[in-house]
């Protein structure tokens, strides 16, 4: 038989390493390569104006429902009990598939 190797932190590992660098340097460079060609600067200045506004956007929730429980307890603070419900099966669903 074959011995093994990897522990679970060194599989863990590989598999963040393969989804950041395929996610966020490789992805990134071709979009903006073949869309923004030489704006790319601009680009990515509207990028981290629009993130540092969402995170704004969730601070301020989170100061006014000081409640543990993520998109779930935004939803049902402002939809109500059933969208509330399709957020967390939706992120249960996330979780499971992928």
Do not use: Q
Not at 2 to 20: A, E, M
Not at 27 to 43: D, E, H, M, Q, R
Request: net charge neutral; charged share 5%; glycine share 12%.
């Amino acid at each position: 038989s074959i011995p093994r190797h990897l522990t679970l932190f060194d599989l863990v590992s590989i598999g963040v390493g393969g989804t950041i660098g395929s996610g966020i340097f490789v992805l990134c460079g071709f979009i903006a390569n073949k869309y923004a060609g030489p704006a790319v600067s601009i680009c990515w200045v509207i990028s981290g104006l629009a993130a540092c506004l969402s995170g704004v956007c969730y601070a301020e929730l989170a100061c006014r429902l000081p409640a543990a429980g993520s998109s779930y307890v935004y939803v049902y603070a402002s939809m109500g009990e059933l969208p509330a419900m399709l957020v967390a099966a939706f992120f249960f669903f996330g979780n499971v598939v992928l």
